[in-house]
C-alpha cells in the first residue's frame, strides 16, 4: 500500500462546477499537510496548507480528518484557469520529509 | 528574484556520460531535496539534506551522489547514465523548525539520456 494515495482521476469538468479531491495517508505520525498545484511543465507551487480545522481560501476549502487520515480540497466555481494536477503532500517533520500523492489531474472546461 | 534555481533547465546527453545540476536557494532554508519526477508525473524524493548533513536516502542508486556544500546548494552528480534516468529532477528547500514545513521547488532540469 503507497503511503499516500489519492484518486487518480482525471477529472473533466465545465466551467463553474464544483470539485473535490481527496487523499488518504498511512502514517499517522504525520503532523503536516498540504494540497499542490502542478501546471504541465513547471514545478509544484503551493497551493495551500491544511490545518486541522479546516481552512478556506476564496474558491477552494482543504478539510483534515485525522481519525480517519484523510485530506480533501473542494474547488467551487471551477474556472479554466483550475486546469492542473493537484498534488497531496503529508509530513513527518521527525523523520524530515514529505511524501506526495501520485496527483489528480482536472480539466476544466468551457 | 528566484527563489530556488535550478541549472541546467535541459540536459540532452548520451548513455554511460556523467552529469551534474546544481540547485540554489536563497530563502534561508535549512534543507534541501532533490526529486524525480518520471513520465508519468510520480514525484518521489530522492534525498534530503539539512543543514549540509544527509537525511533521506530513498534507495537511489549510487550512481546519484549528492553534495551539500552550504545550506543553500545541493547538488545532484550522476555516473553513468543510464537511459532510466531521463525524468524531471526537481530540487525543492524547506525549514525545518516548526510543525508546518511547506516546500518551494525549482523549475526543475529536465534531463534526456539518449
Known amino acids: 500500500r503507497k503511503e499516500v494515495e489519492q484518486d487518480p482521476g482525471p477529472f473533466n469538468v465545465p466551467e463553474g462546477a464544483t470539485v473535490a479531491f481527496n487523499c488518504t495517508y498511512s502514517n499517522s505520525a504525520s503532523q503536516s499537510f498540504f494540497w499542490y498545484r502542478q501546471d504541465c511543465r513547471k514545478e509544484p507551487k503551493l497551493l495551500m496548507s491544511v490545518y486541522s480545522s479546516g481552512n478556506e481560501d476564496g474558491r477552494f476549502t482543504a478539510q483534515l480528518n485525522r481519525a480517519s487520515q484523510y485530506i480533501s480540497l473542494l474547488i467551487r466555481d471551477s474556472k479554466l484557469s483550475d486546469s492542473a494536477t493537484y498534488l497531496c503532500?503529508?509530513?513527518?517533520?521527525?523523520?524530515?520529509?514529505?511524501?506526495f500523492g501520485d496527483g489528480t489531474t482536472l480539466t476544466v472546461k468551457p | 528574484d528566484t527563489a530556488v534555481s535550478q541549472t541546467p533547465k535541459y540536459l540532452v546527453t548520451q548513455m554511460g556520460n556523467d552529469k551534474s545540476i546544481k540547485c540554489e536557494q536563497n530563502?534561508?532554508?535549512?534543507?534541501m531535496y532533490w526529486y524525480k519526477q518520471d513520465s508519468k508525473k510520480f514525484l518521489k524524493i530522492m534525498f534530503s539534506y539539512n543543514n549540509k548533513e544527509l537525511i533521506i536516502n530513498e534507495t537511489v542508486p549510487n550512481r546519484f551522489s549528492p553534495k551539500s556544500p552550504d545550506k543553500a546548494h545541493l547538488n545532484l552528480h550522476i555516473n553513468s547514465l543510464e537511459l532510466g534516468d531521463s525524468a524531471v529532477y526537481f530540487c525543492?528547500?524547506?525549514?525545518?523548525?516548526?510543525?508546518?514545513?511547506?516546500?518551494?521547488f525549482g523549475p526543475g532540469t529536465r534531463l534526456t539520456v539518449l
Open positions: 525543492a528547500s524547506s525549514f525545518s523548525g516548526g510543525i508546518v514545513n511547506e516546500q518551494f
Open positions: 503532500a503529508v509530513n513527518d517533520t521527525n523523520a524530515g520529509k514529505s511524501t
Open positions: 530563502l534561508g532554508h535549512d534543507t
